[in-house]
């Protein structure tokens, strides 16, 4: 199925989930461990469709989901197709029944507590040093490339964060190679920021704020603050 655009998604009125990264986030509140096991046994009632798209994982009083399909298709200004890891209609259709499943089980969403974590490094040779990264970061040299059109490192079990590269010249040295990116809920980018500042963190650069804000510590490391503001609820 074709990947969906920001503004698709956006008007799906998907008010328990938010678009981070690739895919749609959830976190549904649960009393006890038993309600959360309670829930995600109810969604895998659904049938086997749900499996190929849905990641759980089940904490202290939380259920956090993760919906994203493997075949999304996207094509590139040449009309070339690409099959990416991205969010499509059966994602959409999952997170409406996924979000009746937990009003039937008086589960309650708090979607702006979902975040993601990426990194990204900056290099002239990917494809070279890709191997290397997708070898440390989870074992598995498959893991370059894996849903991406890049060399981007992803792990087809989401147990670390994905590692992208970024373009830089065979002689630059640069200050901070490695770059850390927090994606989180339109609603709380600002607060995120403002608590990073009353701490001793700097703003570097809001000129694109709220989709990206660059946030400095004590030391000059900096990260960037992400929002997918395409795919942001209407107010």
Same mark, same amino acid.
């Given at each position: 199925? /074709?990947? #969906?655009?920001?503004?698709?998604?956006?008007? !799906? +009125?998907?008010? /328990?989930?938010?678009? %981070?990264?690739?895919? #749609?986030?959830?976190?549904? %509140?649960?009393?006890?461990?038993?309600?959360? =096991?309670?829930?995600?046994?109810?969604?895998? !009632?659904? +049938?086997?469709?749900?499996? $190929?798209?849905?990641?759980?994982?089940?904490?202290?009083?939380?259920?956090?989901?993760?919906?994203?399909?493997?075949?999304?298709?996207?094509?590139?200004?040449?009309?070339?197709?690409?099959?990416?890891?991205?969010?499509?209609?059966?994602?959409?259709? @999952?997170?409406?029944?996924?979000?009746?499943?937990?009003?039937?089980?008086?589960?309650?969403?708090?979607?702006?507590?979902?975040?993601?974590?990426? #990194?990204? %490094? /900056?290099?002239?040779?990917? *494809?070279?040093?890709?191997?290397?990264?997708?070898?440390?970061?989870?074992? /598995?040299?498959?893991?370059? *490339?894996?849903?991406?059109?890049?060399?981007?490192?992803? $792990?087809?079990? *989401?147990? =670390?964060?994905? #590692?992208?590269?970024?373009?830089?010249?065979?002689?630059?040295?640069?200050?901070?190679? @490695?770059?850390?990116?927090?994606?989180?809920?339109?609603?709380?980018?600002?607060?995120?920021?403002?608590? !990073?500042?009353?701490? +001793?963190?700097?703003?570097? $650069?809001?000129? $694109?704020?709220?989709?990206?804000?660059v946030v400095a510590d004590q030391d000059g490391n900096t990260a960037t603050v992400c929002v997918d503001v395409s795919a942001a609820p209407p107010d």
């Amino acid at each position: 199925m /074709d990947m #969906l655009t920001g503004d698709e998604i956006a008007r !799906a +009125g998907l008010t /328990d989930w938010r678009k %981070l990264a690739q895919g #749609l986030h959830a976190r549904y %509140l649960t009393a006890d461990f038993d309600t959360g =096991v309670r829930f995600v046994a109810a969604l895998g !009632a659904v +049938g086997d469709p749900i499996g $190929d798209h849905l990641s759980v994982s089940i904490g202290a009083g939380h259920v956090d989901l993760r919906l994203m399909s493997d075949d999304a298709v996207f094509r590139d200004d040449e009309g070339t197709e690409h099959v990416v890891q991205w969010v499509t209609q059966r994602d959409v259709d @999952l997170a409406r029944r996924i979000s009746e499943i937990a009003a039937e089980h008086g589960v309650d969403a708090h979607p702006t507590a979902v975040g993601v974590i990426e #990194l990204g %490094l /900056d290099t002239a040779r990917s *494809g070279t040093i890709a191997p290397v990264w997708a070898a440390l970061l989870t074992g /598995d040299s498959e893991a370059q *490339g894996h849903g991406s059109p890049s060399d981007e490192v992803r $792990d087809a079990t *989401g147990r =670390v964060p994905n #590692l992208w590269f970024g373009s830089s010249g065979e002689q630059e040295t640069a200050g901070q190679r @490695l770059h850390v990116e927090v994606y989180v809920a339109p609603e709380v980018a600002e607060q995120r920021v403002a608590a !990073a500042v009353a701490v +001793g963190g700097t703003v570097v $650069d809001d000129s $694109d704020a709220p989709g990206i804000t660059v946030v400095a510590d004590q030391d000059g490391n900096t990260a960037t603050v992400c929002v997918d503001v395409s795919a942001a609820p209407p107010d």
